[in-house]
């Protein structure tokens, strides 16, 4: 079995502070019970109505801002457990090629000033891998040539709606670029393969267009083992001395 290795927990601490910023908040109950009590006194008990116009106001704006904040925070704190999900399903998939590949999750790859957060990277004898992982769980329309793909959702009327995102195809041309930058400067030149992996069972995936030099694969679809064949399976290869030398660089990353 293919060893894993986890470079960093970026997903994990924004999860923990998400969750940290959706328990109870005291100052913020401690400031509506206090505009609250100044509405009431400036409608029992002033001579000001505009005072109490004004405190009311005040009242029903700090309410829709607390429930506004943490309706927010709730829907991120969704999506970073929905991509933690994914890690761990896409490293127990991986984790079944053989044991001469390492799979890095979590990379942070830097060059010229710009960063990739890069979801997987494998490193094997038939070379190196960049895979990102999208665990959506419901229709999604993409184009292998397009920037923007859309995910259908459907709203709580039970009426669909559109949500574009980036192409995770573009993506993954990115954070090959960054990381095969970043390998040059070592010395190192070689190939780097891209996929796209969705990870939830669930997700329904359209693709149009040609499929370029990064293939999409869909774990509904059998995407799982075709994405074992698809790194198992290339006609390139990596001397083992270059592999030991790449798996280096990236572990000391």
Same mark, same amino acid.
């Given at each position: 079995?293919?060893?894993?290795?986890?470079?960093?927990?970026?997903?994990?601490?924004?999860?923990?502070?998400?969750?940290r910023?959706?328990?109870?908040?005291?100052?913020?109950?401690?400031?509506?019970? #206090?505009?609250?009590?100044a509405?009431?006194?400036?409608?029992?008990?002033?001579?000001?109505?505009?005072?109490? @116009?004004?405190?009311?106001?005040?009242?029903?704006v700090?309410?829709?801002?607390?429930?506004?904040?943490?309706?927010?925070?709730?829907?991120?704190?969704?999506?970073?457990?929905?991509?933690i999900?994914?890690?761990?399903?896409?490293?127990?998939?991986?984790?079944?090629?053989?044991?001469?590949?390492?799979?890095?999750?979590?990379?942070?790859?830097?060059?010229?000033?710009?960063?990739?957060?890069?979801?997987?990277? #494998?490193?094997?004898?038939?070379?190196?891998?960049?895979?990102?992982?999208?665990?959506?769980?419901?229709?999604?329309?993409?184009?292998?040539?397009?920037?923007?793909?859309?995910?259908?959702?459907?709203?709580?009327?039970?009426?669909?709606? +559109?949500?574009?995102?980036?192409?995770? @195809?573009?993506?993954?041309?990115?954070?090959?670029?960054?990381?095969?930058?970043?390998?040059?400067?070592?010395?190192?030149?070689?190939?780097?393969? +891209?996929?796209?992996?969705?990870?939830?069972?669930q997700?329904? @995936?359209?693709?149009?267009?040609?499929?370029?030099?990064?293939?999409?694969?869909?774990?509904?679809?059998?995407?799982?083992?075709?994405?074992?064949?698809?790194?198992?399976?290339?006609?390139?290869?990596?001397?083992?001395?270059?592999?030991?030398?790449?798996?280096?660089?990236?572990?000391?990353?």
């Open positions: 079995m293919a060893k894993i290795v986890k470079k960093s927990d970026h997903l994990e601490t924004e999860y923990k502070q998400a969750e910023s959706n328990e109870f908040n005291p100052l913020a109950f401690l400031l509506l019970i #206090v505009i609250c009590v509405f009431v006194a400036a409608y029992f008990i002033t001579d000001f109505p505009v005072f109490a @116009v004004g405190a009311g106001i005040m009242f029903i700090a309410i829709i801002s607390v429930k506004s904040d943490t309706a927010r925070d709730y829907s991120e704190q969704n999506i970073l457990a929905s991509g999900e994914g890690e761990h399903s896409t490293a127990k998939l991986l984790k079944h090629l053989p044991d001469n590949y390492t799979v890095y999750q979590d990379v942070v790859v830097e060059f010229d000033g710009k960063v990739s957060e890069i979801d997987n990277v #494998v490193v094997g004898r038939t070379g190196i891998f960049v895979i990102e992982t999208k665990n959506r769980n419901s229709r999604i329309i993409g184009d292998y040539s397009e920037r923007d793909w859309q995910q259908i959702k459907i709203g709580r009327g039970g009426t669909p709606y +559109g949500e574009s995102f980036y192409s995770p @195809v573009k993506q993954v041309g990115t954070h090959i670029f960054r990381l095969k930058s970043y390998l040059r400067n070592s010395d190192i030149r070689v190939y780097i393969n +891209g996929a796209v992996y969705f990870s939830n069972p997700a329904s @995936v359209e693709m149009h267009g040609e499929p370029g030099d990064v293939p999409v694969f869909i774990c509904s679809d059998g995407g799982g083992e075709a994405l074992l064949n698809y790194i198992l399976s290339t006609d390139k290869s990596l001397p083992t001395a270059t592999v030991k030398r790449i798996n280096k660089i990236i572990e000391n990353l």
